[in-house]
């Protein structure tokens, strides 16, 4: 099944604690990228990648890092995480950056919560 | 930049009656690409329909059609006869198809409730 693959799909973690938020997809797309989602703000991306070696920063990058060293994987990584990186976190990829006609295709989403 | 407004943070419908749910967007982008999303109480968020800026004609998915007015730049969704299951969240999206920028923008989305 073609699918995106995150996780966990729940995490608890202290504030400092550097943690790690995985997104496989099995579809050979070429873009990832990720999203985080809070109440009344709609979806902000916060990098993509536009291939193996190629990543970007999106509209809100600060605290975050991401790597793509294989075109199916594409981590996010918080390496001191804050109370402000609570949310609920989407990965997403399409087989160009475009989004094709068929649009993203999006993980379970991650909740993070940091206390 | 770009920019999407959903107006409608929540809407009402009885079960099997239309619905439109509202998107305006704003871009100096010649070439684009309009999406909607329907994101369940679950949390994934699922694809639902495209419309690219060049394309004449409504797209249409299922009961999902997607009412794409160019010079007006409004991408309302229509579902037609709704059902119990068409209850969650609706975002519309819009990405630069020119090469300009690889950032999607999303709007804050419109919460819709079917009535039985």
């Known amino acids: 099944e073609a699918q995106v693959t995150q996780n966990p799909r729940y995490l608890i973690t202290v504030t400092g604690k550097k943690l790690t938020v995985t997104c496989s997809q099995n579809?050979?797309?070429?873009?990832m990228s990720w999203y985080r989602q809070d109440p009344g703000l709609g979806l902000r991306q916060i990098y993509y990648?536009?291939?193996?070696?190629?990543?970007d920063k999106g509209d809100v990058p600060e605290g975050y890092k991401v790597s793509r060293k294989e075109k199916r994987n594409f981590p996010l990584i918080l390496e001191s995480p804050s109370p402000n990186q609570t949310s609920l976190y989407f990965c997403?990829?399409?087989?160009?950056?475009?989004?094709?006609?068929?649009?993203?295709?999006f993980g379970s989403g991650t909740r993070l919560t940091v206390v | 930049a770009q920019k999407i407004t959903q107006t409608q943070p929540g809407m009402f419908v009885q079960e099997k009656e239309a619905v439109t749910l509202d998107c305006t967007y704003d871009?100096?982008?010649?070439?684009?690409?309009l999406f909607w999303y329907k994101q369940p109480s679950s949390g994934e968020m699922i694809f639902l329909i495209y419309?690219?800026?060049?394309?004449?004609q409504n797209a249409t998915e299922g009961r999902y059609s997607l009412n794409f007015q160019k010079a007006r730049k409004s991408a309302n969704l229509v579902i037609s006869a709704s059902q119990l299951g068409d209850s969650a969240m609706y975002f519309c999206?819009?990405?630069?198809?020119?090469?300009?920028?690889?950032?999607?923008?999303f709007g804050r989305g419109t919460s819709l409730i079917v009535h039985p």
């Open positions: 871009t100096s982008d010649q070439s684009y690409g």
């Open positions: 579809m050979n797309h070429e873009y």
């Open positions: 997403a990829s399409s087989f160009n950056n475009r989004g094709s006609s068929r649009g993203y295709t």
């Open positions: 419309q690219g800026s060049y394309d004449e």
């Open positions: 990648s536009m291939n193996v070696e190629v990543t």
């Open positions: 999206a819009m990405r630069d198809l020119s090469g300009g920028s690889y950032i999607p923008t």
